[in-house]
């Protein structure tokens, strides 16, 4: 069966009520033979009950649900949460499972939450994958978030915005208020609950009509996203069509004030984008591998940092978001042991004296903010400071490019270079080499 043919059979099954099924590598399938449908709500309870039973690896049985509505404005970063331990080792233990799931998963563990970046084929014969960045929190009180990419070797394009949220672009893949899946439930599940939602997007755009039921509460909504064979994203039972259903009261409604009803609910945001850091994250995992791929992770940790306690510090949020712009340019290169040859450093590496050395940090570190930097020398007896002819050490973090020359930093390296070509002893080095000298 063709992609396109499965595609189609799969969206008949969610128009029908029926359950499809999620096999290992996000593969969707129809099921065979089709399970009964079930009301909605019940379904998805129920759903979640017979997925605890079964094999992480073989394939998973999903209801067909109902797509959740658009969620209200907030924050782009994680929403904060007391960290339940139990969830916490819940979740470690399910890790295995996952990437036997979803193989190619990676996973980072940070203190209150879990990242996964996992790849889903979606349907057999797909040239392009659909890419998700997900957050999973630790505690009850956090919400779990994701966003898509349909991805190839050369590209990563935003999924959305049908049934995303607003502003963050965020997944919106089923209705919170059935139950469907809370923090605390399967990993898996929640990576094809993605998954499904996904695949409906493809149905969208080779078909050019959303499968299975919705949730779009609000009028104007549905006027500007519904197509007449869709089905209608309001609460009445039986689920019909939108043309049999709702599009003739909408049409008759005053649009302005329409809108001006919707905007109440999104506070007047009318755009749904991913953040700026989202898709350089995305794209960086997938094309760098080994070294390259923790120091990615390292960045991720930062936004993570960032995002969970709410405080950018100026100097840190302007590097931090130079560095997210060249790598989403691709201008992004895996560290400086790459870089000897375009960053000016001193090979080889000088043995790195910390008790009254003077040190002069530049760039953006995967070891932390700069303050974070100086305190980690300043505690071996170094004193930090602006470049002076008192420099001893000027350290280039590692997130640094071939464009430095043209970079907010450029500026400061030069300038130690030129002391340096005077006969200054003022030596530069890269962050991972002064990493490794202060653990020494």
């Known amino acids: 069966m063709?992609?396109?043919?499965?595609?189609?059979?799969?969206g008949r099954q969610l128009d029908g009520g029926l359950g499809v099924t999620v096999h290992n590598s996000g593969i969707v399938r129809p099921s065979s033979p089709a399970v009964e449908p079930q009301m909605q709500g019940k379904e998805n309870r129920d759903g979640r009950s017979r997925q605890q039973t079964r094999p992480a690896t073989g394939p998973r049985q999903r209801s067909s649900g109902r797509q959740g509505p658009t969620g209200r404005p907030r924050s782009p970063g994680p929403s904060a949460s007391v960290v339940d331990r139990r969830v916490r080792r819940t979740y470690e233990a399910e890790l295995d499972g996952v990437c036997s799931a979803y193989p190619g998963a990676r996973i980072w563990l940070c203190e209150e939450r879990v990242w996964l970046l996992t790849d889903s084929r979606i349907v057999d014969g797909l040239s392009k994958r659909a890419t998700l960045l997900s957050m999973i929190p630790f505690g009850a009180g956090g919400r779990a978030c994701a966003w898509g990419y349909w991805?190839?070797?050369?590209?990563?394009?935003?999924?959305?915005?049908r049934h995303t949220n607003f502003p963050d672009g965020s997944v919106c893949a089923f209705e919170p208020k059935d139950g469907t899946w809370g923090v605390g439930d399967p990993i898996i599940q929640l990576l094809d609950l993605y998954t499904v939602w996904a695949l409906r997007h493809l149905h969208l755009e080779m078909f050019d009509r959303w499968p299975g039921f919705q949730s779009v509460p609000y009028a104007f909504e549905r006027l500007?996203?519904?197509?007449p064979g869709e089905f209608c994203g309001c609460d009445r039972l039986p689920h019909r069509q939108y043309s049999d259903c709702c599009q003739q009261a909408d049409q008759a409604v005053?649009?302005?004030?329409a809108r001006s009803e919707f905007l109440k609910f999104t506070d007047g945001v009318t755009d749904r984008r991913p953040p700026g850091w989202v898709q350089p994250v995305v794209q960086g995992l997938q094309d760098l591998v080994g070294e390259g791929i923790r120091r990615v992770a390292a960045l991720l940790g930062r936004v993570d940092a960032i995002l969970a306690d709410g405080v950018v510090e100026p100097e840190g949020a302007a590097d931090l978001f130079s560095v997210l712009q060249r790598f989403a340019a691709g201008d992004f290169e895996a560290g400086e042991t790459l870089k000897a040859t375009t960053l000016p450093l001193d090979v080889p590496p000088p043995s790195i004296r910390f008790p009254t050395s003077r040190f002069c940090f530049t760039g953006?570190?995967?070891?932390?903010?700069?303050?974070e930097c100086e305190a980690a020398v300043e505690a071996k007896g170094a004193r930090c400071g602006s470049l002076t002819k008192d420099t001893t050490y000027v350290v280039i973090g590692i997130y640094a490019t071939d464009s430095w020359i043209h970079s907010t930093f450029g500026r400061k390296i030069e300038k130690a270079v030129e002391m340096r070509s005077k006969g200054c002893p003022v030596a530069i080095v890269g962050e991972q080499h002064w990493a490794?000298?202060?653990?020494?």
Do not use: H, N
Not at 2 to 10: D, G, K, M, N, Y
Not at 224 to 227: G, P, V
């Open 151 to 161: 991805t190839t070797p050369i590209s990563a394009i935003w999924i959305g915005p």
């Open 364 to 371: 953006t570190f995967a070891f932390g903010t700069r303050k």
């Open 2 to 10: 063709s992609a396109s043919a499965s595609v189609a059979e799969i």
């Open 436 to 440: 490794a000298q202060l653990r020494a």
């Open 254 to 257: 005053d649009r302005a004030q």
């Open 224 to 227: 500007m996203e519904l197509r």
